[in-house]
């Protein structure tokens, strides 16, 4: 990983800066209110989202290898960050030095994984996982918003508990609190809807604090978010006791992962767009420093987002000076326009973070992974990226955010071992001189009599040595002499499988048939004739191999 600082600034050229000016003026009309909004899911003031965005904003331009990427409070992580402060039991004051602290300890994490190149681990969480974990998470943040939307109190428990909650207090909705909230989803969406170049948060709440201020809303019993703090926040660390660290470990090792893996996938997707790579070891130091920035800085936690980058990609962006441009508009927002934000209605507040996450309620998706089926496999086994992704959005939906994701992860890597113990095994035939084909799909393939050819889609290993052998077995019927095994999709074997053939052959040949090799190759060919060079009958093709059994008496 190499050391220079603000990789995306190399050969810069004077003809993107007015692109990026637009970009990062463009950013911040987004990244303001979201800020503000995406902070009151964290369970902290609004403040402290804009306090995350400027360091995260400035670090990462600095440190990452995207010239796109977006930094600062996202509603996953936001909310993953509630949770994890919430298992702590940690009310009030005290739970906003602890979003601090745990922003400082996903940073410090991030950037020693990141030394240390384990950015692979982001692997770990499959893009299926990580929908349906989104999914989850939209779902569980829209209706814990949706009280506020109305003006009633919030319930507790899971989402199911907060939904019967909102279902069974509906009679005490507030009409001017729905009519403010409806009417700022409403802009909102419409605007994202026909008119995408135009900011449709900014819009939304400048229109929702001028109502207020016009007609005196907040008189008539309507919530606003009350005076938000000016000028630059206090730096340094946050007064928690060391011990706090250590208790924040684990759940900032799952919020890093899922920001990482949130973030990497936006900085992938634009750096294929214009033509570049992006490090994955120091994107992971990135997000750590822009966490570690956010934390001293008296901020949450942040993560690279793919809706701004996408806003930022749209409007004209070549390198992270926009992002540099949305910071310092970031600062004299802190400094000079903070007092307007005082009026801005509670339900106002909780339509834009709705509408924020109402994108990422991706049924569809769910919709395409269903119809992915394994068709040689049966029950959940079938649909594994389904059956990960709704695991992971259960799991949110029922036992929190971290455990969700977590239940997704390992049902995931359940069935891939399930999958993996339990490969296509193909009977072939000739489809012309020469291919070999899969007679489940091609029914008309000729077949040779006496002569059975199969092809395992997989490696061969210990997990799946029983099944692929009872599977060949199972071949040597009445009338079938011989039995070829076409080796060249089986690109591993080891010691167990490679022993399990052999003795397969001996046990076939005891019943007067020959099992067969064709086409093995690298690894599988040298592994059977160090296990034992005698036993296995090896032809160079399937050719060959149906030839040569085929003249046999």
């Known amino acids: 990983m190499p050391a220079v600082l603000a990789p995306s600034l190399r050969g810069y050229r004077r003809a993107w800066l007015r692109g990026d000016l637009v970009a990062g003026a463009t950013v911040w009309a987004v990244l303001v209110p979201e800020s503000l909004a995406y902070a009151t899911i964290a369970g902290v003031p609004p403040a402290v989202g804009l306090y995350a965005a400027v360091p995260a904003l400035v670090l990462y331009a600095l440190v990452g290898s995207s010239r796109h990427l977006i930094v600062g409070p996202m509603a996953a992580t936001a909310a993953l960050s509630a949770g994890v402060i919430g298992d702590l039991g940690v009310t009030g004051p005290d739970a906003v030095a602890m979003t601090t602290a745990l922003a400082i300890t996903v940073g410090l994490i991030a950037v020693v994984a990141g030394a240390f190149r384990l950015g692979f681990l982001a692997s770990f969480i499959s893009e299926p996982v990580l929908k349906g974990f989104i999914i989850g998470l939209a779902l569980t943040i829209a209706v814990g918003q949706v009280p506020k939307l109305l003006g009633i109190e919030k319930g507790d428990g899971d989402f199911f508990a907060q939904l019967w909650y909102v279902v069974t207090h509906l009679g005490d909705t507030q009409l001017l609190a729905l009519v403010v909230g409806a009417a700022v989803l409403a802009i909102v969406l419409g605007l994202r809807r026909w008119l995408p170049v135009v900011p449709g ?16 809303l907040d008189a008539h019993g309507l919530d606003v978010v009350g005076p938000v ?3 630059l926040p206090p730096l340094g660390l946050p007064d928690v006791p060391v011990s706090s660290y250590l208790d924040l470990a684990s759940g900032a090792v799952g919020v890093a992962l899922v920001g990482f893996a949130e973030g990497l996938g936006a900085a992938k997707t634009y750096a294929t767009r214009g033509g570049y790579r992006v490090d994955v070891d120091r994107e992971l130091v990135g997000l750590g420093v822009a966490n570690l920035g956010a934390g001293l800085t008296s901020g949450m936690v942040v993560n690279g987002s793919l809706s701004k980058t996408a806003v930022n990609g749209s409007a004209g962006a070549r390198s992270e000076v926009s992002a540099i ?10 400094l000079f326009l903070t007092g307007l934000f005082a009026l801005l209605p509670e339900p106002a507040l909780a339509a834009i973070v709705i509408a924020a996450v109402v994108e990422l309620i991706d049924i569809p998706a769910l919709r395409v992974l269903y119809r992915m089926r394994a068709r040689y496999l049966s029950g959940p086994a079938a649909r594994a990226d389904f059956t990960a992704a709704v695991a992971a959005m259960l799991g949110v939906l029922v036992f929190d955010t971290l455990p969700g994701l977590f239940i997704g992860i390992g049902i995931s890597v359940l069935l891939l ?8 095994i193909a009977v072939l035939g000739e489809a012309q001189p020469g291919l070999w084909v899969d007679r489940e799909r091609h029914a008309d ?14 490696g061969l290993f210990f997990a799946n040595a029983d099944h692929v ?14 039995v070829v095994l076409d080796a060249r999709s089986v690109p591993t074997i080891d010691v167990t499988a490679a022993r399990m053939l052999i003795e397969l052959t001996t046990t076939l040949r005891a019943q007067g048939v020959t099992l067969a090799i064709a086409r093995d190759i690298g690894q599988v060919r040298d592994l059977l004739r160090l296990t034992d060079e005698s036993a ?18």
């Open 201 to 216: 948060s900014l819009v939304a709440v400048a229109l929702a604090i001028a109502a207020v201020w016009v007609l005196g």
């Open 229 to 231: 703090p000016s000028g």
């Open 325 to 334: 441009t949305a910071a310092v508009l970031t600062v004299l927002t802190l």
């Open 417 to 424: 071992l399930y999958r993996a113990s339990r490969p296509h």
């Open 445 to 458: 393939a000729a077949v040779t009599p006496g002569v059975a050819v199969v092809r395992v889609e997989s």
């Open 469 to 482: 052998r009872d599977a060949l077995a199972a071949l040597a019927t009445d009338g079938t002499h011989a």
């Open 536 to 553: 296995a009958t090896v032809f160079p093709t399937v050719d060959e191999a149906v030839l040569s059994l085929t003249k046999e008496p």
